[in-house]
């Protein structure tokens, strides 16, 4: 087991069903090489954050405590999301469970299985180093059309997070996108997240939205850009869920042949 980050903390956020999944099992709980997804990411964190991983659980919380619990070297702490309100909230749900040493939040999920230790590492790292409030994690893609595009400043610092829908033709052909995946400060998360509003099409809490708030309110963000857009695949149905299984075909036959 890696040395753990300093006074760093992870969320992963496992709450969800999944509906394009197609099937009644929680969507982290689908498998890859017999290992629920949720696994994989609960691994990845617990190199980086040593106790400090807390998993938010809803849909199905006992067998996805199960999933992690009997598949990761070191226990995880869990917390429960009784409502699936938005990632706002599950995050929400899990800050009492941190420890009081804690000063920066990595937030993952749990249907996002090819992140590695390493990319975690050097996000909260970055996002140290840089005596940031916030610091995001992206990657370019060749065609970036349906994500959320990343908007920065002249001087790289980020201005804020535009989806597809509302994005104007210029920002159509920014390739840097959103992963969803972020490191904050935990004074910042305490003061942002209680401000959020559900007032949206889906009447949930947007984490994205903390962005924004932190732009107005002048904080120092920016971003860590990934190369490998593979690390950060989401698992959102059966086809995207052969894909990261593939993958990780390949993976291990790279690593099997270079030990």
């Not at 890696?2 to 009644?24: E, F, H, N, T």
């Not at 920066?104 to 970055?126: H, S």
């Not at 990657?139 to 970036?144: I, R, T, Y």
Request: hydrophobic content about 40%; glycine content about 10%; aromatic content about 4%.
């Amino acid at each position: 087991m890696s040395v753990p980050v300093p006074s760093c903390g992870v969320v992963i956020l496992a709450a969800g069903l999944g509906k394009r999944m197609k099937s009644d099992m929680a969507k982290v709980l689908h498998e890859i090489d017999g290992r629920a997804m949720v696994a994989y990411v609960a691994e990845a964190a617990l190199h980086v954050a040593g106790q400090e991983v807390v998993v938010v659980v809803g849909y199905q919380a006992d067998q996805v405590r199960s999933a992690v619990s009997t598949s990761v070297e070191r226990p995880v702490r869990f917390a429960l999301q009784k409502e699936q309100l938005g990632t706002g909230h599950a995050v929400s749900c899990a800050m009492p469970f941190l420890g009081e040493k804690v000063d920066q939040v990595v937030i993952l999920y749990g249907d996002v299985p090819l992140l590695t230790a390493r990319t975690i590492r050097r996000l909260a790292e970055d996002h140290s180093a840089a005596q940031r409030e916030l610091t995001v994690l992206g990657v370019q893609m060749k065609d970036p059309t349906g994500y959320g595009r990343i908007l920065t400043d002249g001087d790289g610092g980020l201005k804020g997070i535009v989806e597809e829908a509302d994005a104007s033709p210029e920002q159509k052909r920014i390739d840097q996108i959103n992963t969803g995946i972020y490191c904050v400060s935990r004074a910042f998360l305490a003061e942002t997240l209680p401000l959020l509003s559900a007032d949206n099409a889906q009447g949930e809490y947007y984490l994205t939205d903390i962005v924004k708030l932190g732009y107005r309110q002048g904080r120092r963000m920016g971003m860590v850009l990934l190369p490998d857009a593979d690390e950060v695949i989401g698992v959102n149905s059966l086809e995207e869920l052969n894909r990261a299984r593939q993958i990780m075909t390949v993976r291990s036959r790279l690593m099997g042949s270079s030990g």
